[in-house]
């Protein structure tokens, strides 16, 4: 039986002839299905393909969606209103942009380059612990910002104390000019190396470069034992031949005092923008900077008892400032040298009380933990019933790693999964 659209009475007067013009019959579902009697026309060459389609009757599964509208069913985003057969192959031509274009077909998309730099793990829509890269690009940005600004300051109490110590003749005042002179070289090196180890992993690096940073650290170190050796060397020789009489005139005073302060303010704020964007590279300049300030007032103690008519203070004064050095260098090697020999960087029985915690986990064996404060990677072993479908086990294991990462602030948390003998209930741990 032939019916007309009961759609079509809702349509303005004008269309609604258009419409009702377009038969359409009743089928056995009860769904009102097209005809789609529509006379062939002349189309532009591009529609071409589309003209045969629209030559014939076209079943409903041609437009999947099921929604009649005065053009038609379709399944694309905005159905427009046509008035005749021409613009009716338009429908079925998809808007916005193409899933794939011949320019990046062939090329590996940007996913499987995370899978291969060790971003993502295949099969997983997510990484929680995967970092955000934009977040730290900024770090980085923050740490060669105070870099720089470190770095003007030192240049200028360089400047200031290589003056004052050649115009005085003090040893001390040279030792703590070259002193100053590596803390500057320290921070143009650690801006290089910080631009280093901001970059993203990749195919050599999958693990990021966050240890050239390390690497810097220890780059001070080794600086810092040069300048302990010439300091010790140059300052025993003066005591054992005692023919230097530096001369402690108020402006060279002056000069080490302003140094001083200048140093103590340069290492406050190191120090708390390195714990802030927690970068050992800010932490250790700023311990060597601050060994800077302790030296500048033991200069400052020997000028004032060589004015006093002491004039072997000042070799005195410069073995203390070798060993404020040498005790800098040594609280540096400290913190850095576990993390390049991948020292536990969590206690196990924290990461397996964690683990333990979350409901569906029977036991937790094989823990290991390595890196430092913001890039830690951690690995682990859970077992869960054996009886277990896969995606519960994973949404288990999902757990974990979530509970794991923002508890002890962990990069990276790798879950292996093994079978457990004895039954475990869905809501126990």
């Known amino acids: 039986m032939r019916l007309g659209c009961s759609r079509a009475r809702a349509l303005p007067a004008p269309m609604r002839a258009h419409s009702c013009a377009r038969a359409t019959s009743m089928g056995s579902n009860g769904e009102c299905q097209r005809l789609a009697q529509v006379p062939p026309s002349p189309i532009p060459w591009m529609l071409a393909p589309l003209a045969s389609v629209n030559s014939r009757p076209m079943p409903p599964a041609v437009f999947p969606r099921s929604s009649p509208t005065p053009a038609g069913s379709t399944s694309f985003r905005h159905a427009r209103l046509v008035r005749d057969g021409t613009a009716a192959p338009l429908l079925a031509r998809p808007t916005g942009r193409p899933p794939c274009s011949p320019r990046t077909a062939n090329r590996r998309g940007p996913a499987r380059a995370r899978v291969r730099a060790g971003l993502r793990r295949p099969g997983r829509s997510k990484d929680m612990a995967a970092p955000d890269y934009a977040i730290r690009e900024s770090r980085h940005a ?15 109490v360089v400047l200031a104390k290589a003056i004052a110590g050649v115009a005085s003749g003090a040893l001390s ?10 803390d500057a070289f320290n921070n143009l090196m650690g801006l290089l190396l910080a631009r280093v180890a901001a970059k993203a992993p990749d195919e050599q690096h999958p693990y990021g470069h966050s240890k050239f940073e390390t690497l810097g650290a220890l780059a001070i ?6 300048t302990v050796y010439e300091l010790v060397g140059t300052a025993l020789g003066r005591l054992i031949a005692g023919r230097a009489h530096p001369e402690a005139t108020p402006a060279v005073m002056a000069v080490m005092a302003v140094s001083a302060v200048v140093s103590l303010v340069v290492s406050r704020y190191e120090e708390r923008r390195g714990r802030e964007l927690r970068s050992e590279l800010l932490v250790a300049d700023a311990a060597h900077t601050r060994s800077d ?6 200069v400052l103690v020997g000028l004032l008892l060589v ?3 002491y004039p072997r203070a000042d070799a005195v004064f410069t073995l203390l400032i070798a060993l404020v050095i040498a005790r800098a260098g040594w609280r540096i090697l400290l913190t850095t040298v576990p993390v390049l020999v991948d020292a536990r960087a969590v206690e196990e029985k924290t990461i397996r009380r964690i683990a333990l915690e979350t409901p569906g986990v029977a036991d937790c064996y094989s823990v290991r933990s390595r890196g430092r404060e913001g890039e830690i990677f951690a690995e682990l072993t859970i077992a869960v019933d054996r009886t277990m479908d896969v995606e519960r086990a994973h949404d288990i294991a999902d757990e974990v790693e979530r509970r ?3 508890e002890v602030g962990a ?3 790798v879950v292996h999964i093994e079978p457990y003998a004895e039954r475990v209930r869905e809501g126990g741990g």
Not at 174 to 181: C, E, G, V
Not at 293 to 298: E, G, H, I
Request: avoid cysteine.
């Open 142 to 156: 923050g740490i060669r910002r105070v870099l720089a600004i470190t770095l003007a300051a030192n240049l200028a």
């Open 173 to 182: 005042v040279l030792a703590d000019a070259a002193h100053s002179s590596v």
């Open 221 to 226: 170190v080794a600086f810092l034992s040069i």
């Open 293 to 298: 300030f302790y030296a500048s007032l033991t």
């Open 307 to 309: 004015a006093a008519g």
């Open 404 to 406: 794991i990462a923002g």
């Open 411 to 413: 990069r990276e948390v």
